[in-house]
């Protein structure tokens, strides 16, 4: 194999739609976030794969995403924009078929003016203030809003990843008051929110990352395997030194495989000093800094030189990646470039 290759596993993608699903409970819809090209999977494929399923609605970040949703799944299934109806995206809202999720009373005029009938969600602003009508600006507009063809009312947790805060049971009260005696499907929680109970769940989840394999949901199958063709094997000797800058240099003799993968693919150079490639079952540590292009990685204690190394595998998910970045999951997944080999599989 001469490409780096990224396997993404699609029965295992569906088995955390479900596995979600399951805990979202009875009665409860799980809808399914594929914004960020399905962070970075490919929304199309992704969101095929979750109808099949069983999904029948799907958010994306922007309008713009949901022409690829849309086409992937066709006629029927909801597809949900976050950022509501912004200027410019009434004819995609349209033609599309899309349902915006309204975040000001800007955006409410100018979705009743320019789609009439048209169905539409609300944002509430529950205390993240990032998204979504304050509790003064939904009370001025509540009544006319829900005389018109409102689908859903939803509102974003800021620290559902951490059970214990208080911010959680805090905009929970703040959701209910705001939408108490509203007869309208609706939406609080994502990946994290769904783990905090049935209290958070409502009429209908929202989840992401849990179904992509990552962090909150520590009972997740991996989804993203990344391989990585070896290049070249050189031998090191003692004080010889490898990569940009010289900052790695070898303590004993040593052999150093050289991989094809870098920052440009999403590697990010924060990685180096933690994070090991997989041969099979053993770890080698990446050493010396990651290029735009390439990794080098101490192969010693292999007996055989290897083909490939695995960067992304059964013991190495994207959240042991993340901690060794200082970043987070999402983050790792949304990086991954578009130089890999893509390869769509059922396990
Ligand atoms: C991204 C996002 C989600 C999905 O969140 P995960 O943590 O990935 O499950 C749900 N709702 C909103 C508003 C979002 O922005």
């Known amino acids: 194999m001469t490409t780096s290759t990224l396997t993404i596993d699609l029965d295992a993608l569906a088995d955390n739609w479900r596995a979600l699903d399951a805990a979202s409970g009875p009665g409860v819809e799980t809808a399914a976030v594929v914004k960020a090209d399905g962070y970075g999977l490919d929304a199309g494929r992704v969101a095929q794969t979750l109808a099949h399923a069983g999904a029948r609605k799907f958010f994306v970040a922007a309008a713009e995403e949901g022409a690829a949703v849309r086409q992937a799944l066709g006629p029927g299934p909801e597809i949900c924009v ?6 410019g995206d009434t004819d995609m809202i349209h033609d599309l078929q899309l349902t915006p999720m309204l975040n000001s009373i800007d955006q409410m005029l100018r979705h009743v003016e320019a789609l009439p009938g048209h169905d539409f969600g609300v944002q509430l602003d529950t205390g993240m203030n990032r998204l979504g009508m304050e509790a003064a600006e939904w009370a001025a507009l509540r009544e006319i809003a ?15 990843d951490e059970p214990d805060h208080p911010m959680n049971a805090q905009q929970l ?15 609080l929680s994502a990946t994290g929110g769904i783990l905090l109970g049935p209290d958070y769940h409502f009429d209908v989840t929202r989840p992401g990352i849990g179904m992509y394999g990552g962090l909150p949901f520590e009972q997740a199958r991996p989804v993203a395997y990344l391989s990585l063709p070896v290049i070249q094997i050189r031998d090191v000797e003692p004080g010889e030194t490898v990569g940009y800058g ?64 695995e960067l992304l595998n059964a013991q190495q998910g994207v959240d042991v990646l993340a901690d060794n970045a200082g970043t987070i999951g999402y983050e790792i997944l949304t990086s991954l470039g578009a130089r890999y080999r893509r390869r769509y599989v059922s396990s």
């Open 146 to 160: 829900l005389g018109q063809n409102i689908k859903l009312i939803m509102s974003h947790l800021a620290c559902a």
């Open 82 to 87: 976050f950022s509501g109806h912004m200027g």
């Open 246 to 309: 010289n900052a790695w240099t070898a303590q004993r003799p040593s052999r150093i495989a050289t991989v094809a993968a870098g920052y440009a693919d999403g590697l990010h150079r924060a990685l180096a000093p933690k994070t090991y490639v997989y041969a099979g079952d053993i770890a080698c540590p990446v050493v010396g800094r990651i290029s735009m292009d390439l990794i080098t990685v101490d192969v010693t204690g292999l007996e055989e030189d290897p083909q490939q190394l």
């Open 173 to 187: 009260r703040a959701f209910r008051e705001m939408t108490a005696g509203c007869d309208v499907p609706r939406s």
